[in-house]
């Protein structure tokens, strides 16, 4: 398995937020968490991505704790958090290149990779405007397209499409299947049951605990629970 999730609990202060959580995930796979508000989906996706560690257990990518392996994990991790992390004032260009740099891409890669990221997100034709001018989703594709740009084999997306039109959440889902076919290992939360259903596999945490996981036909009863069910109407 590409991800092991092993054992894995975080409390904060006394409060424990994830109770010995277990889960693997295959290379290339698309898998969903569910929960309600507070279950504990944030802090188990900032986990894996490296960026929380755990009170105990631990979190492998291909075979690799990625607490031991530090910034080489980071460059498989793509991760996206619920908060954008652009520059409003830039241009949606600018952005990418800002970032790209951060990531160590530099010239002509670095422009190449911006063209091919641009046109996954399907913000080609606006890249060259200030962010400033964007619609919620578009922002939203731009923070994605980021996240992308290192070619990470493991992208991890906290509420991708939280706010955003319905437009733009078809784009951005139609990018996670496009990116998960090229076998990128996609790992996300989502507010939304039609989001849910596009996924291979789905878990689905209950106060920290994961209660199930399975296909989303399998899941389908305990996505009813958590509030799932009439979301697909908006
Ligand atoms: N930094 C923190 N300090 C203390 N408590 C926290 C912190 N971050 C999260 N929590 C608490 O931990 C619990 C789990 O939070 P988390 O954000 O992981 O849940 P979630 O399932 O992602 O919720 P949501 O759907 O609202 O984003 C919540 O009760 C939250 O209030």
Redesign the pocket.
């Known amino acids: 398995m590409f991800v092991n999730i092993r054992n894995v609990s975080k409390r ?1 202060g006394k ?1 424990q ?1 994830l109770q010995e959580v277990n889960l693997e995930i295959a290379e290339g796979e698309m898998f969903g968490v569910a ?1 309600h ?7 188990l996706l900032s986990i894996v991505a490296a960026v929380m560690k755990p009170n105990s257990g631990e979190v492998l990518i291909g075979g690799q704790s990625v607490h031991v392996l530090g910034s080489q994990a980071k460059q498989q991790i793509g991760y996206v958090p619920q908060e954008l992390a652009l520059y409003p004032s830039l241009r949606g260009i600018d952005n990418l290149a800002f970032w790209g740099r951060m990531y160590g891409l530099r010239g002509k890669e670095l422009a190449q990779r911006m063209d091919e990221v641009a046109e996954i997100i399907h913000l080609r034709d606006r890249i060259r405007e200030r962010v400033e001018a964007y619609s919620g989703g578009m922002k939203r594709r731009l923070n994605l397209g980021v996240a992308l740009l290192h070619r990470p084999k493991l992208l991890i997306l906290d509420e991708p499409t939280a706010g955003v039109d319905v437009g733009s959440r078809k784009h951005i889902l139609k990018a996670l299947k496009e990116i998960s076919e090229r076998r990128c290992t996609i790992l996300y939360t989502s507010h939304h049951l039609e989001e849910m259903k596009a996924c291979d596999r789905i878990g689905v945490l209950k106060s920290g605990r994961l209660v199930a996981v399975g296909t989303p036909q399998e899941v389908q009863h305990e996505l009813e629970g958590e509030q799932y069910g009439d979301e697909e109407k908006e």
Do not use: D, I
């Open positions: 904060y409060k937020v929960g508000n507070g279950a504990g989906k944030s802090t």
